[in-house]
């Protein structure tokens, strides 16, 4: 279940939020502590979804200044009001927290802690004293500082499962995402959503929608496959968004998470019995090869893999970058004799390089400041490197720009000049936000076939798609979403 908080500032404001969040949402949490002046009867009486009353000190995260007395005597009236549940912290004196939990009441209690620095040790312990208490809901929250924090939660929704527990448990902060999308698919009563980007009411929320439409969290999934993308920083990321509309395309449980992990040996020894595979992005692209039981000849070649695969009992690395790009170039040319200008000599440039000499191209790379890049990365394909200056000077027949210049929100930059474009040649950008870059125009322009670097990023999507899944990826409906995320439609 998704619950969306309801944060004030005033009555009024709540109340146009209460009406926004009833279509998203399974429960309301009324957060009192946010909220001035206010009529606690209208508030309930605004929705015929149940809500969960809270009233918060800043000590647990809230802004509640008033005297701890008049703070429990709040929870109270609302249990007289009917609020189908009442939030009240574990810390509570127990003076104050007794009557909450007495036998015959119809409000159900939450008994609630949270630690907003850190993810302690104890945690069994706690769990084990909350459930000693007669609380109808326990619900757990700490701060990841680390992403296997989160796994510390996962063990006491197990726990819960098999005590026949209600329990919330979720880790705050950037590091604790994946708990807030994981837990109620993992047994957890429920997760937080915000009802919109700062309408948070606790660090790492997610917005309510994202929840309910991309991770699809409120669906009922008797089996699913977790998959998700591992590096740092993965904010910027837009596989959540393609994988997700994959897996729903081709009817499948499976969900795909972000993975903000600081040392990929560490993530991947905690997490590996809960994943069934990665994609791979800086800076662990190749820092994990070692970690693998297997390397594809490709991607071995390169030297970094993006994709991982659960095969049988082993771990096994792929290099999708590389036939992605492949696979859309073949569709406009035969790359066997072509002459191939690389712009650009990092990681893309390598990945996209080796493939297209495997396909009989001669490859030229330019490089900017960095020449001894540049010669290293020609002298491993085989081929020449110029700096960017003359790079105009080459007779290519393809040209792939492998560099950064042109990402938005440098939109009006580019890499290359457009008096030395040709008509006929095939151009390439591996940039694809925005999806038609000055590059890729000015190519049109000129009489070239221009390529968008949509196609690298999808067709790299693709072939991670079909390698975890053994299964023709639905591409259309994988593009479509792409494009109308880089648009902010």
Same mark, same amino acid.
């Given at each position: 279940?998704?619950?969306?908080?309801?944060?004030?500032?005033?009555?009024?404001?709540?109340?146009?939020?209460?009406?926004?969040?009833?279509?998203?949402?399974?429960?309301?949490?009324?957060?009192?502590?946010?909220?001035?002046?206010?009529?606690?009867?209208?508030?309930?009486?605004?929705?015929?979804?149940?809500?969960?009353?809270?009233?918060?000190?800043?000590?647990?995260?809230?802004?509640?200044?008033?005297?701890?007395?008049?703070?429990?005597?709040? $929870?109270?009236?609302?249990?007289?009001?009917? @609020?189908?549940?009442?939030?009240?912290?574990?810390?509570?004196?127990?003076?104050?927290? +007794?009557?909450?939990?007495?036998?015959?009441?119809?409000?159900?209690?939450?008994?609630?802690?949270?630690?907003?620095?850190?993810?302690?040790?104890?945690?069994?312990?706690?769990?084990?004293?909350?459930?000693?208490?007669?609380?109808?809901?326990?619900?757990?929250?700490?701060?990841?500082?680390?992403?296997?924090?989160?796994?510390?939660?996962?063990?006491?929704?197990?726990?819960? +499962?098999?005590?026949?527990?209600? $329990?919330?448990?979720?880790?705050?902060?950037?590091?604790?995402?994946?708990?807030?999308?994981?837990?109620?698919?993992?047994?957890?009563?429920?997760?937080? %959503?915000?009802?919109?980007?700062? +309408?948070?009411?606790?660090?790492?929320?997610?917005?309510?929608?994202?929840?309910?439409?991309?991770?699809?969290?409120?669906?009922?999934?008797?089996?699913? +496959?977790?998959?998700?993308?591992?590096?740092?920083?993965?904010?910027?990321?837009?596989?959540?968004?393609?994988?997700?509309? @994959?897996?729903?395309?081709?009817?499948?449980?499976?969900?795909?998470?972000?993975?903000?992990?600081?040392?990929?040996?560490?993530?991947?020894?905690?997490?590996?019995?809960?994943?069934?595979?990665?994609?791979?992005?800086?800076?662990?692209?190749?820092?994990?090869?070692?970690?693998?039981?297997?390397?594809?000849?490709?991607?071995?070649?390169?030297?970094?893999?993006?994709?991982?695969?659960?095969?049988?009992?082993?771990?096994?690395?792929?290099?999708?970058?590389?036939?992605?790009?492949?696979?859309?170039?073949?569709?406009?040319?035969?790359?066997?004799?072509?002459?191939?200008?690389?712009?650009?000599?990092?990681?893309?440039?390598?990945?996209?390089?080796?493939?297209?000499?495997?396909?009989?191209?001669?490859?030229?790379?330019?490089?900017?400041?960095?020449?001894?890049? %540049?010669?290293?990365? @020609?002298?491993?394909?085989?081929?020449?490197?110029?700096?960017?200056?003359?790079?105009?000077?080459?007779?290519?027949?393809?040209?792939?720009?492998?560099?950064?210049?042109?990402?938005?929100?440098?939109?009006?930059?580019?890499?290359?000049?457009?008096?030395?474009?040709?008509?006929?040649?095939?151009?390439?950008?591996?940039?694809?936000?925005?999806?038609?870059?000055?590059?890729?125009?000015?190519?049109?322009?000129?009489?070239?076939?221009?390529?968008?670097?949509?196609?690298?990023?999808?067709?790299?999507?693709?072939?991670?798609?079909?390698?975890?899944?053994?299964?023709?990826?639905?591409?259309?409906?994988?593009?479509?979403?792409?494009?109308?995320?880089?648009?902010?439609?």
């Amino acid at each position: 279940m998704i619950c969306i908080p309801i944060v004030g500032p005033t009555q009024e404001k709540s109340i146009q939020d209460i009406a926004a969040a009833e279509p998203l949402a399974d429960l309301l949490e009324l957060r009192l502590d946010l909220m001035g002046e206010h009529d606690l009867n209208t508030l309930l009486e605004a929705s015929t979804k149940p809500f969960i009353v809270t009233n918060r000190t800043k000590l647990e995260g809230g802004q509640f200044r008033g005297s701890e007395n008049k703070r429990v005597d709040i $929870l109270r009236k609302a249990m007289d009001a009917g @609020a189908e549940y009442v939030d009240i912290e574990a810390s509570t004196s127990k003076e104050l927290l +007794k009557p909450f939990l007495e036998s015959g009441r119809k409000c159900k209690i939450i008994l609630s802690y949270h630690n907003f620095t850190d993810t302690p040790e104890e945690l069994a312990h706690l769990y084990e004293l909350m459930c000693e208490m007669p609380a109808d809901v326990i619900k757990i929250v700490t701060y990841a500082r680390d992403i296997t924090d989160n796994l510390a939660l996962f063990n006491l929704l197990s726990r819960a +499962k098999r005590d026949g527990k209600k $329990l919330i448990a979720l880790c705050m902060g950037e590091r604790g995402e994946i708990s807030r999308i994981l837990s109620p698919l993992l047994g957890g009563f429920l997760t937080f %959503g915000s009802l919109e980007t700062g +309408k948070e009411s606790a660090p790492g929320q997610i917005t309510a929608v994202t929840l309910k439409d991309i991770y699809r969290v409120d669906e009922r999934r008797e089996a699913f +496959k977790i998959y998700g993308v591992i590096g740092n920083p993965v904010s910027k990321s837009m596989g959540y968004f393609i994988h997700n509309r @994959a897996f729903k395309e081709a009817g499948l449980s499976d969900i795909y998470v972000p993975f903000l992990a600081d040392n990929v040996e560490r993530f991947f020894k905690a997490f590996s019995p809960y994943f069934e595979g990665l994609s791979v992005t800086m800076p662990f692209k190749e820092d994990i090869m070692p970690i693998l039981d297997k390397t594809d000849g490709t991607a071995k070649k390169i030297g970094a893999v993006n994709t991982v695969v659960r095969d049988g009992e082993d771990w096994k690395g792929y290099n999708t970058d590389c036939t992605g790009s492949v696979k859309v170039l073949e569709q406009y040319t035969e790359l066997s004799g072509k002459n191939v200008l690389i712009i650009g000599a990092g990681g893309t440039a390598k990945a996209i390089g080796h493939g297209v000499r495997e396909k009989g191209a001669k490859v030229t790379v330019t490089y900017y400041r960095n020449k001894e890049r %540049g010669l290293q990365l @020609a002298e491993e394909l085989g081929g020449e490197a110029v700096s960017i200056q003359d790079a105009g000077e080459i007779l290519a027949d393809v040209i792939i720009n492998c560099s950064p210049v042109g990402m938005n929100p440098n939109v009006e930059e580019t890499p290359f000049p457009s008096r030395h474009f040709r008509e006929g040649m095939v151009v390439f950008d591996s940039v694809y936000n925005p999806p038609e870059t000055r590059f890729i125009r000015e190519a049109e322009s000129a009489g070239c076939i221009a390529i968008s670097g949509i196609e690298l990023f999808l067709n790299q999507a693709v072939g991670q798609f079909e390698l975890w899944t053994n299964r023709e990826a639905p591409a259309d409906a994988m593009r479509d979403v792409l494009v109308k995320k880089i648009k902010g439609k």
